[in-house]
């Protein structure tokens, strides 16, 4: 409220206790003309009317009511200048200030009280036409907008929110994404060895958590001979890791090649023979012989399976047994030692069913990705949704719901516009990558707690990639049979 309202009933209430404190003797002063003069800043100017007198002290006044102009707002309360020593009487008032911009009413009998409309931006207040204003959002949040976080701001005109401080989070469920091992690495458990293919013995086995492309070599005790037909036996669990195709070589070489390696140690091998295989869905169970065409008698042979029943699974097997033409087996124990463990695929990636790369971005943590790759696993991913288009400027991991060694340690990420060629389970290097950025995890970023999420990882980056590959460098237990996450998240910011 303006000085000037104030003044006014103030001024005019003083006056008129001088009045009639002054009694009968000084009424004649004020009678005379019956109009106010103003002042020289033009505070007051009025108009009395005579309306009904009453009495005060003896002397008789006229109540009524005012119209006037003041330098500020209007006040309530009115007097009237007409008769002399008595008291005025409160009524109404309105009046408007000399550049107009405000106006009010008031119905008060003191005169002392006003209001005024408002409709400004920049006050911090949500009023008249405002959407918002200044930090009142009107109780909405960035997470309402639709964002995954953040801090929600006003436009400086108050038309609208800014989102610019808003973090999105850039997968969605929908988005292509394929699994991938760089390195391909293979692996089996102790008791489930290379060893165990050629024993004779259906009820142990040879699994390799490498996956399609495993296989091993073996060097025959009785030295060079010709094998011309194989029989498979199956293990005992898990159809879908059953051997759905097969390659055979020979090689007079001495076998330079390692256990759990991808047999490139430096023989020549000779491709003898390949073809398809429809093993029994029964366990512990032999299947037909199948023959191939060799003439040629070789000191070691290598047998490769591209792929398995149920892609992405691992490979198993309970035996294999090579004959020669007259049908007389070539393998038996005593070539347990002779038998080497391979994987020449793309990678050594493989998922079994049901923890699949697709249980990354989810949004479920309990469905987790698992990869017997081990190190060097990850995942190519498409942001097809809203993300798309925003560079990643922070992740975060959320562990599975066991075995915390499995969890990824050392981490990398990589970003390219080629158009995706790399195939599930392959090593997720036909495009051309770009480094962004690479880490290791802390305790917080990938806790021991399973089913957790970890905290926010920075990522400084402004690209902008059309496909990101995310590599698990390494586990936290580097024995680890496999790498695996209950949940990873790609962020626009933190």
């Known amino acids: 409220m303006s000085r000037s309202t104030h003044l006014l009933p103030k001024y005019v209430h003083n006056a008129w206790l001088a009045l009639a404190l002054a009694g009968p003797g000084c009424a004649d002063d004020t009678t005379g003309g019956g109009q106010d003069s103003t002042g020289t800043d033009g505070t007051v100017g009025s108009t009395p009317s005579e309306t009904q007198p009453t009495t005060f002290g003896g002397t008789t006044h006229s109540g009524g009511s005012s119209t006037g102009a003041s330098s500020g707002d209007s006040s309530g309360g009115s007097s009237s200048g007409g008769s002399s020593g008595g008291t005025s009487s409160g009524g109404s ?39 918002c204003d200044g930090t009142d959002v009107g109780g909405e949040t960035c997470v309402s907008e639709g964002f995954y ?59 390799n958590f490498g996956g399609a492309g495993s296989g091993f070599i073996v060097t025959l005790v009785q030295g060079a001979s010709i094998a011309d037909s194989f029989q498979l036996t199956t293990a005992n669990d898990s159809t879908g890791r059953d051997p759905a195709s097969w390659e055979i070589y020979g090689t007079n070489d001495a076998i330079q090649s390692t256990d759990h390696s991808d047999a490139t140690g430096g023989e020549v091998w ?47 097997l309970g035996d294999m047994q090579l004959f020669d033409p007259a049908a007389v087996p070539l393998l038996s124990a005593e070539e347990s030692g002779n038998t080497l463990a391979t994987h020449e695929v793309n990678g050594s ?13 989810d949004g479920t943590a309990s469905l987790k990705y698992l990869n017997t790759g081990q190190a ?38 990589y970003g390219t516009d080629d158009p995706i060629t790399s195939v599930a389970h392959g090593t997720g290097s036909d495009e051309n990558w770009m480094l962004i950025a690479s880490g290791t995890f802390t305790a917080a970023e990938v806790p021991l707690g399973r089913l957790t999420q970890g905290a926010m990882v920075s990522v400084v980056n402004e690209a902008v990639y059309t496909s990101y590959r995310l590599v698990m460098e390494s586990t936290r237990d580097a024995g680890a049979p496999s790498m695996q996450v209950g949940e990873v998240e790609f962020f626009d910011g933190e």
């Open 93 to 131: 008032s309105s009046g408007s200030s000399s550049d107009g911009s405000s106006s009010g009413s008031s119905s008060d009998t003191d005169g002392g009280s006003s209001s005024t409309g408002n409709d400004t931006c920049g006050d911090d207040a949500i009023d008249g036409s405002d959407l």
């Open 149 to 207: 976080g953040g801090t929600l701001a006003c436009a400086v005109d108050c038309s609208a929110y800014d989102a610019s401080a808003c973090i999105s989070t850039i997968l969605s469920p929908s988005d292509p994404i394929i699994p991938f091992d760089l390195d391909g690495d293979s692996f089996s458990h102790a008791g489930e060895g290379p060893e165990f293919v050629v024993d004779d013995v259906a009820a142990t086995k040879y699994l």
């Open 270 to 316: 000779v491709l003898l023979d390949s073809g398809v295989v429809d093993l029994p869905l029964a366990r512990l169970t032999a299947g037909g012989v199948v023959d191939f065409t060799n003439a040629a008698a070789y000191t070691s042979y290598r047998v490769v399976f591209p792929t398995v029943r149920s892609a992405g699974n691992y490979f198993q």
């Open 376 to 413: 060097n696993s990850g995942f190519v991913v498409t942001p097809t949704g809203p993300g798309a288009g925003m560079p990643v400027r922070a992740l975060r991991v959320t562990t599975a719901n066991d075995a915390s060694g499995r969890d990824p340690q050392d981490w990398a990420l």
């Open 349 to 361: 990636s493989s998922s079994p069913p049901p923890e699949t790369v697709v249980n990354t971005i």
